[in-house]
C-alpha cells in the first residue's frame, strides 16, 4: 500500500491518487503505469492515448505551485509513464521486458547465428565485401537494395511471428502453473528476439554499405 502525499488516502500503488489526483511516489511496471493489464497483446491507438491523457494529469506544470515532494513525485511518475509507454509501444521492447518480467533475458554476446539466417546472412556479407571491393559498381549495389528488400521481409515475417507469440502469451489461463508451456514460449520468444537482433544488424550493415557506396 502507498499513501498519497496530498489527501493522505492508502491504496495499492498506482501512478495517480483515486482521490485526488496527485502523482504517487510508486514503483511500477510498465503496464501498471499504463493502467493496462499484463498482455503482450496491446492496442497501439489506445495505448497512446491513454499516455497522452495520463501525462496531462500528472504534467509538473499542473504541480509547480504544490510543495517539494508532491513536484517531485510528478516528476518520477513523468518519467516512469514515458518510459513505460517507450517500452510497450514497441514490440520488440515490450518482448525484452516480459522476459525481464519473468527473470529471464537474452543471452549476452551471442554470436551464433540463427540456423534458419545463415545463409542469408553468409550471401549478403559476401555481397557487401564484393561491393566494398568493387567501390562504385550500380550493378552490385542495385543487387545489395534488392537483398536489403528480403531482410526486410524476413524481418516483417519475424515481427508477425512474435505477435503470434503474444497471443499465445495472452491465452494462457490466469492461475494456471503451466510450467512447462511457459518455459516453451519462453524459448519461442528468446529465439525470435535473436533473430530479430541479427535482422537489424544486418539492416543497419546493408544500409551503411549502401550510403557510403552513394558517397564513394
Not at 568493387?134 to 542495385?142: E, I, M, N, Y
Request: hydrophobic content about 40%; some cysteine; charged content about 30%.
Amino acid at each position: 500500500m502507498i499513501e498519497c502525499l496530498s489527501c493522505g488516502r492508502r491504496q495499492e500503488p498506482q501512478l495517480i491518487c483515486a482521490d485526488c489526483g496527485t502523482p504517487l511516489s510508486a514503483s511500477l511496471d510498465c503496464f501498471v503505469a499504463l493502467g493496462l493489464p499484463r498482455k503482450l497483446s496491446i492496442d497501439l491507438s489506445a495505448l497512446e492515448r491513454t499516455y497522452h491523457e495520463l501525462s496531462r494529469k500528472i504534467h509538473p506544470d499542473r504541480f509547480a505551485s504544490r510543495d517539494v515532494a508532491i513536484r517531485d513525485a510528478s516528476l518520477r511518475a513523468t518519467a516512469l509513464l514515458t518510459r513505460a509507454y517507450r517500452t510497450l509501444r514497441d514490440p520488440t521492447a515490450r518482448g525484452l521486458y516480459w522476459l525481464e518480467l519473468n527473470g529471464e533475458k537474452l543471452a549476452e554476446n551471442n554470436k551464433r547465428v540463427p540456423a534458419d539466417l545463415a545463409e542469408l546472412v553468409f550471401e549478403v556479407q559476401e555481397q557487401l565485401a564484393e561491393m566494398h571491393d568493387a567501390g562504385t559498381d550500380s550493378r552490385l549495389a542495385a543487387g545489395v537494395v534488392k537483398r536489403r528488400a528480403e531482410i526486410q521481409a524476413a524481418m516483417d515475417e519475424t515481427v508477425a511471428e512474435l505477435e503470434r507469440n503474444f497471443i499465445q502469451w495472452d491465452q494462457s489461463a490466469p492461475g494456471q502453473k503451466n510450467h512447462q508451456d511457459h518455459k516453451v514460449l519462453t524459448t519461442e520468444l528468446k529465439a525470435i528476439l535473436s533473430k530479430i537482433a541479427y535482422l537489424r544488424t544486418l539492416i543497419r550493415d546493408v544500409d551503411r554499405a549502401l550510403e557510403n557506396s552513394k558517397a564513394a
